[in-house]
């Protein structure tokens, strides 16, 4: 009897240990991390929009998709969108909406997608620049001749930051 227990008896002490290291660690860096995120989030609101200040917008918009709403003093909004292209929630980027309702740019938070293939969705500037000036999602794009599923994550990213943008207009811009 005592055989059995014993080793049953050390694997769950080492499991306790290592959970509550796991729990130490992840109490250490979630500041830094945060931070980082943050940092990496308003660089990339700079390069959408110039130097500026954004306020982030708490928005309950039912896609799952959407990280975060930002919106500049002068009316301009920043959506943060992560979905999936070939790899899963491998296209996380960010959707510069001007005032007027358009996309006017969109700026790479991550990209986790297949080297020299799907990321041509950020390294072809021609891909993205179809994207700027619509106000609504379309049907209609050209997709990069072998990154299809990486351009139709691209593309949805889009029309999900549109989407939530022309749903919810008021209460973006009203902060």
């Not at 794009?141 to 990486?150: E, K, L, N, V, Y």
Request: aromatic share 8%.
């Amino acid at each position: 009897m005592k055989d059995k227990i014993k080793p049953t008896l050390v694997l769950t002490v080492i499991c306790v240990i290592a959970s509550l290291l796991l729990a130490f660690a992840y109490e250490l860096t979630k500041d830094r991390i945060a931070e980082q995120k943050a940092e990496k989030f308003n660089s990339s609101v700079e390069a959408l929009f110039g130097k500026t200040d954004s306020k982030t917008v708490q928005l309950k918009c039912g896609y799952d998709e959407i990280q975060t709403i930002a919106v500049t003093p002068d009316k301009k909004t920043v959506i943060q969108v992560c979905t999936d292209g070939y790899s899963k929630g491998g296209i996380n980027i960010l959707v510069g909406i001007d005032e007027n309702g358009a996309v006017s740019g969109i700026e790479f938070v991550s990209l986790g997608e297949t080297p020299g293939l799907g990321s041509k969705v950020r390294d072809e500037a021609d891909f993205r620049k179809q994207f700027y000036g619509l106000t609504q999602p379309t049907d209609s794009f050209d997709a990069i001749s072998g990154a299809t599923f990486s351009s139709k994550g691209m593309k949805h990213a889009v029309d999900i930051a549109l989407k939530v943008y022309n749903e919810n207009k008021e209460a973006i811009i009203g902060g």
